[in-house]
């Protein structure tokens, strides 16, 4: 069982070397790993040579040491191989019939035919289902001209000369031409052969079904359906800390995504398959009557949430009830994984214990109850991962008592891993593979020392001390919500705890064993507590600062709260379920019964999520690398086993020194400890070699769709100009979700200065997320922005502010101003600039003026203001826009507004990238100037807007013509020519006096400049 362990870890280490350092090399670690097995082998048979010739294989493995210490070295070395050569193969190697390689060389407007099988139960996302398909035969679509039937509707305009008679489809026109065969839509298609199809080994389709389909209520688990359509590959990064949407895919075997919307796509139910059998079939009809008798028993949302923790179902909560889970912690309850799973088994386990069944009888129905469980809410990677775990874990303490509670722990997540990776390699890299496995690693590793800890602390006066510097601690970030923001917070935060558990440590070590400590409370209790506080400190901090930048300082108190009460909601969920469904008669009453108290549960859950949310602020955390993240729980390690480290080091240490003067064992002892000493300086060599060159200056103009941002770094200072927007009916906020990743993974945890070229709700609104988790030092624009917190009508703003609004115009300048907002643009305009006002004096933000000469106070070698030069009585949002100047040495870059009226007048001599934050206009004006060569590069950050965005508001045919009008004329300017639509982020740094350009998603064929 050891061995397996070590053998696995291996594996792991191997499979994250892949990931690390991007390893290609596939038939070189196969190799390898056939050479490594055959050293393990050698040594093995010099041992046991005697044994093996006479065929007494038991009498090998009855010895206490069957492996010699030199083959179990070169075993480990050759699994290390095994994983590289596993996860690297899983990454670039595909078949010639792989999903991926079929579609590759098409242009993103084919249309293929895909028939395939729906292979797990449909996730519910919004307005849309995402359904995973395993594609069987793919057939490419002949694109063919089509001839529009004259019978519905006559063509503007007289016939042109020599045009020939317009004729009906399906007949013959003048010319004697054979006739067209009659399409769909009154449509004539050509004859020509359509392609074969080809028939597919590998690769998996995303395919999101929107509500206004009829497909979208007929879909469902294990069908055989057609799809005909686009399919794309998926985003990859966009931005600085965003998520690479391509690899988390591929991740799962997902290489193509397709869309079926009202106006495109199709996808047609082909097949019920009866595979499953009565195990499919019987699971399905246990969720789909479960579901019945929630919806009976308990009222809405709180039906919701018991149907999305006890059957898997996505969907149906409100947006804000998302947000208030994840600010305190507590999301992971939404999710069925291996704590829901756990929570089943343990009623299970109960139920059986109850009636004294023995535990080796029904550990194997255990097993049953909990993929069927997996099976119900729609078989989850998460789910039967979980399942697995938990099965493995029941049966080794059923057959293998002996072994210890840790070491079954340890070999069923072995078992698991070895398992998982092996049948899918890419989960590795998943946040949710790595959370689980970790949670269960922490639960097995650190429960007992974490318990031991609290009660060498938690004694007497050590308790005291503990319990009033924990009220301190959160009374001081309750009151002063704007100290999670300040860049020291958590470094002071994690000194304070230390210095905390050192006190304590003293204080309860001169307390005497009456006094009250940790150690008089109930067993099960300590237990639970321990196990939080072990999750705490190996999984739930240190992965979420790395995966999502993001720590909830309500974790601890609100997870002792959830978790005992969620096993207490999902349990009698499942009771009220089984009961309704099987018991006749009087089953619903009961269910009622039961579930009228789980509503309590679940409402007294809801409100303890939004309590904890509202109380306790949500702080970001700059994104720690992987390095980092391994020395921590190096560290970790270390603090709760040093005894048992040093222990094993110096056994180690005697072995290989009473080896070492054994002339057998010299030369091998060598070979190895220099193929160690070989690997380790390789493997620092290849990582110093990856270290990016930090530049004296970098300027990053971010995607954030329709609007703007750019961030401007230089020595260790930040400045951000723009911040995109917040989509308050979507609820998109390019702040939460594009820029503060960004500045997580730059390490920014303070932004210098603030800038706001002008007051479009597309610059401004996102900047308020950014102000809750950010300290700001400055924010400066060329217009007032009030200090005094008071928010000003709608009449003000539109005497603030001119939108070029004809008819707001002619009725401003007739005296006559509305009251409120004429349309959603508008509405978003007036209310980011009163969200402005209001973060301005609640954070007590210094402003300032920008105003043509001057230069911005922290980056007064940086950058300049070039425009405006006057202070006009009423700013115009879009020709009255700040234009800056950032310099590098000879370097010189310029960030403007769309609006051309202004720019040339400031325009340096010599500007090597124009940042655009808008479409010229107008554009005669823009095209003359770069056929000047007035600038050398062109960034443009510009997304069609959304239609409910301007809805009503008198640009949007405007930016439409002026966006078409843009595409076409920058076709043959890709040189020179960066858009964020096409090339996400782009970024350009300055190292000594070179210039380079980084567009965050390559071009095919096209470098970076």
């Known amino acids: 069982m050891g061995h397996f362990i070590l053998f696995t870890f291996s594996y792991i280490v191997g499979m994250a070397l892949a990931v690390l350092f991007d390893l290609h090399?596939?038939?070189?670690?196969?190799?390898?790993?056939?050479?490594?097995?055959?050293?393990?082998?050698?040594?093995?048979?010099?041992?046991?040579?005697?044994?093996?010739?006479?065929?007494?294989?038991?009498?090998?493995?009855?010895?206490?040491?069957?492996?010699?210490?030199?083959?179990?070295?070169?075993?480990?070395?050759?699994?290390?191989?095994?994983?590289?050569?596993?996860?690297?193969?899983?990454?670039?190697?595909?078949?010639?019939?792989?999903?991926?390689?079929?579609?590759e060389n098409a242009d993103p407007w084919t249309k293929w035919r895909v028939v395939g099988e729906v292979i797990e139960e449909p996730n519910l996302k919004g307005d849309y289902l995402e359904v995973k398909v395993k594609p069987r035969l793919v057939q490419k679509v002949v694109r063919t001209k089509k001839t529009k039937d004259p019978a519905k509707g006559?063509?503007?305009?007289?016939?042109?000369?020599?045009?020939?008679?317009?004729?009906?489809?399906?007949?013959?026109?003048?010319?004697?031409?054979?006739?067209?065969?009659?399409?769909?839509?009154?449509?004539?298609?050509?004859?020509?052969?359509?392609?074969?199809?080809?028939?597919?080994?590998?690769?998996?389709?995303?395919?999101?079904?929107?509500?206004?389909?009829?497909?979208?209520?007929?879909?469902?688990?294990?069908?055989?359906?057609?799809?005909?359509?686009?399919?794309?590959?998926?985003?990859?990064?966009?931005?600085?800390?965003?998520?690479?949407?391509?690899?988390?895919?591929?991740?799962?075997?997902?290489f193509r995504t397709f869309r079926h919307t009202a106006k495109s796509g199709r996808v047609t139910i082909l097949a019920e398959n009866p595979s499953g059998a009565m195990w499919y079939r019987f699971a399905l009809y246990l969720r789909t009557e479960f579901l019945k008798i929630v919806k009976k028993t308990m009222p809405y949302p709180e039906s919701s949430f018991l149907g999305g923790v006890l059957l898997g179902l996505k969907g149906g909560l409100p947006p804000i009830?998302?947000?208030?889970?994840?600010?305190?912690?507590?999301?992971?309850?939404?999710?069925?994984?291996?704590?829901?799973?756990?929570?089943?088994?343990?009623?299970?386990?109960?139920?059986?214990?109850?009636?004294?069944?023995?535990?080796?009888?029904?550990?194997?129905?255990?097993?049953?109850?909990?993929?069927?469980?997996?099976?119900?809410?729609?078989w989850p990677s998460s789910a039967v991962r979980a399942a697995l775990m938990n099965s493995l874990f029941v049966l080794s303490r059923a057959y293998l008592k002996d072994r210890g509670f840790r070491l079954s722990i340890i070999f069923s997540l072995a078992v698991a891993a070895a398992y998982i990776l092996s049948m899918s390699p890419l989960q590795l890299t998943e946040p949710s593979f790595v959370l689980s496995f970790m949670a269960i690693y922490a639960l097995a590793m650190f429960t007992d020392p974490a318990e031991k800890?609290?009660?060498?602390?938690?004694?007497?006066?050590?308790?005291?001390?503990?319990?009033?510097?924990?009220?301190?601690?959160?009374?001081?970030?309750?009151?002063?919500?704007?100290?999670?923001?300040?860049?020291?917070?958590?470094?002071?935060?994690?000194?304070?705890?230390?210095?905390?558990?050192?006190?304590?440590?003293k204080l309860a070590a001169s307390s005497g064993f009456g006094s009250y400590s940790f150690e008089m409370l109930p067993n099960w209790l300590k237990s639970f507590t321990a196990s939080q506080v072990s999750i705490f400190l190996a999984m739930m901090g240190p992965l979420s600062a790395f995966y999502f930048g993001?720590?909830?300082?309500?974790?601890?108190?609100?997870?002792?709260?959830?978790?005992?009460?969620?096993?207490?909601?999902?349990?009698?969920?499942?009771?009220?379920?089984?009961?309704?469904?099987?018991?006749?008669?009087?089953?619903?009453?009961?269910?009622?019964?039961?579930?009228?108290?789980?509503?309590?549960?679940?409402?007294?859950f809801l409100g303890m999520a939004h309590f904890f949310a509202v109380l306790i602020p949500f702080p970001r955390v700059s994104q720690p690398g992987i390095g980092l993240v391994l020395l921590y729980y190096l560290a970790l390690h270390l603090y709760f086993y040093w005894d048992l480290v040093t222990e094993y080091a110096a056994a180690l240490w005697s072995a290989v020194t009473e080896l070492w003067e054994d002339p057998d064992y010299k030369l091998s002892i060598g070979l190895v400890a220099g193929l160690l000493l070989a690997g380790g300086l390789f493997l620092a060599v290849f990582g110093l070699s990856r270290l990016e060159r930090q530049p004296s200056l970098r300027c990053t103009m971010l995607d954030v769709g329709f609007g703007s941002a750019l961030l401007v770094e230089k020595g260790g200072r930040a400045a951000l100009i723009d911040a995109g927007m917040r989509d308050s009916l979507s609820e998109y906020d390019v702040g939460e979700r594009v820029t503060q990743p960004a500045l997580s993974e730059k390490f920014i945890d303070r932004l210098d200065t603030v800038i706001l070229t002008t007051a479009l709700p597309e610059r401004v609104s996102g900047l308020m997320s950014i102000a809750d988790s950010y300290q700001i030092g400055q924010i400066l624009a060329p217009f007032d922005i009030p200090t005094d917190g008071r928010l000003i009508p709608f009449q003000e703003f539109v005497k603030r502010f001119s939108f070029a609004d004809m008819k707001i115009e002619a009725d401003f300048r007739k005296g006559i101003i509305p009251s409120s907002p004429p349309n959603y643009y508008w509405d978003q305009a007036f209310q980011a600039f009163n969200a402005l006002i209001k973060r301005v004096h609640q954070k007590g933000?210094?402003?300032?003026?920008?105003?043509?000469?001057?230069?911005?106070?922290g980056f007064e070698d940086t950058l300049e203001v070039l425009y405006p030069d006057r202070d006009p009585e009423r700013f115009s949002v879009y020709y009255d826009g700040a234009i800056l100047q950032v310099s590098e040495g000879n370097r010189r870059f310029v960030y403007s507004s769309g609006s051309m009226y202004s720019l040339p007048k400031v325009l340096p001599e010599k500007v090597d990238v124009l940042f655009l934050a808008d479409l010229p206009f107008p554009l005669q004006e823009f095209w003359d100037m770069l056929a000047q060569g007035r600038f050398q590069r062109v960034a443009l950050s510009w997304r069609k807007p959304s239609s409910w965005l301007m809805e009503g508001f008198y640009m949007k045919k405007i930016l439409d013509g002026r966006g078409i009008q843009v595409e076409r004329r920058i076709r043959d300017l890709a040189e020179i020519f960066f858009q964020t639509?096409?090339?996400?982020?782009?970024?350009?740094?300055?190292?000594?006096?070179?210039?380079?350009?980084?567009?965050?998603?390559?071009?095919?064929?096209k470098p970076d400049t």
């Open 154 to 254: 006559r063509k503007k305009g007289r016939k042109k000369k020599g045009q020939p008679e317009e004729t009906s489809p399906g007949t013959t026109p003048a010319s004697g031409a054979a006739p067209l065969p009659q399409g769909a839509d009154g449509y004539a298609l050509p004859e020509e052969p359509p392609e074969p199809e080809v028939e597919v080994e590998g690769g998996l389709i995303s395919a999101l079904i929107y509500q206004e389909t009829e497909a979208y209520r007929q879909v469902k688990f294990d069908q055989t359906i057609e799809l005909v359509g686009q399919f794309n590959k998926a985003s990859t990064r966009r931005n600085p800390g965003s998520l690479d949407y391509q690899k988390y895919l591929r991740n799962q075997g997902v």
């Open 845 to 857: 933000i210094p402003v300032g003026r920008l105003m043509a000469g001057r230069r911005v106070p």
């Open 25 to 103: 090399a596939v038939a070189f670690f196969l190799l390898l790993t056939v050479f490594l097995l055959v050293g393990a082998a050698i040594p093995f048979w010099q041992r046991h040579a005697e044994a093996i010739s006479e065929g007494a294989f038991r009498s090998i493995f009855r010895e206490e040491e069957a492996f010699p210490v030199l083959s179990v070295l070169f075993l480990m070395a050759a699994m290390a191989c095994f994983g590289i050569y596993r996860y690297a193969g899983a990454i670039h190697a595909v078949g010639p019939r792989h999903l991926d390689r079929i579609m």
């Open 453 to 505: 800890l609290l009660r060498d602390c938690l004694r007497g006066n050590g308790l005291l001390f503990a319990a009033v510097a924990s009220f301190l601690f959160y009374g001081v970030v309750i009151v002063k919500r704007d100290l999670v923001i300040h860049p020291w917070f958590f470094q002071a935060a994690a000194l304070y705890i230390l210095t905390t558990l050192w006190a304590s440590r």
């Open 981 to 1005: 639509q096409t090339d996400g982020a782009i970024q350009v740094d300055v190292l000594k006096d070179d210039l380079a350009v980084k567009r965050f998603i390559p071009r095919e064929g």
């Open 321 to 378: 009830v998302g947000t208030e889970f994840r600010k305190t912690g507590v999301s992971h309850v939404l999710a069925v994984s291996g704590l829901h799973v756990t929570i089943i088994a343990a009623l299970f386990y109960g139920i059986f214990t109850m009636f004294r069944v023995p535990m080796r009888i029904f550990a194997p129905i255990i097993v049953f109850c909990l993929f069927t469980f997996a099976l119900i809410v729609g």
């Open 550 to 604: 993001s720590v909830s300082l309500a974790s601890p108190m609100a997870n002792m709260i959830a978790i005992p009460l969620i096993g207490l909601i999902v349990q009698l969920g499942m009771v009220a379920a089984i009961i309704g469904t099987f018991v006749p008669v009087i089953g619903l009453y009961l269910a009622l019964l039961l579930n009228a108290a789980n509503w309590l549960g679940v409402k007294f």
